[in-house]
C-alpha cells in the first residue's frame, strides 16, 4: 500500500529556509513520477516541484531559482528544500505519488512565512 508522511513544516520569517521530507513506503519511488504540491487559504493546489525516474525535474515559475527537489530512492525519501522563502509561499505543502492509475497524496504539511 503506497503511503506518504510530509514533514519538516513551521513557522519561519521571511528570507529563511526549510526543507520538507516526503518520507514514501509500500512502493519504489524511482518508478514513480513524485512531487510536492502545495494549497493556501482560498487558492486551487498547485504543483511547486516535480521529479520523476529519468531524473528531471520541473518547477513552479514562482519558485524557480529557490526551491529544489531531491529524490533518494534508497531512503525512499524526496525532500524540498526552500530558500528564501516569502510570505506568499504560505500554504499546507503535500506530496504526491504517480504512476498509471496509480495516484497518491500525503496528508501535508504547514509551512507559514510571517515577521
Excluded at 27 to 46: C, D, L, N, V
Excluded at 57 to 84: E, H, P, W
Aim: charged content about 20%; aromatic content about 10%.
Amino acid at each position: 500500500q503506497v503511503q506518504l508522511v510530509e514533514t519538516g513544516g513551521g513557522l519561519v520569517q521571511p528570507g529563511a529556509s526549510l526543507r520538507l521530507s516526503c518520507a514514501a513506503s509500500g512502493f519504489a519511488i524511482r518508478t514513480y513520477a513524485m512531487s510536492w504540491y502545495r494549497q493556501a487559504p482560498g487558492k486551487e493546489r498547485e504543483m511547486v516541484a516535480s521529479t520523476r525516474w529519468t531524473g528531471s525535474t520541473s518547477y513552479a515559475d514562482s519558485v524557480k531559482g529557490r526551491f529544489t527537489i531531491f529524490a533518494d530512492s534508497y531512503k525512499g525519501t524526496v525532500d524540498l528544500q526552500m530558500n528564501s522563502l516569502k510570505p506568499e509561499d504560505t500554504a499546507m505543502y503535500y506530496c504526491r505519488a504517480q504512476k498509471a492509475l496509480t495516484d497518491s497524496w500525503g496528508q501535508g504539511t504547514q509551512v507559514t512565512v510571517s515577521s
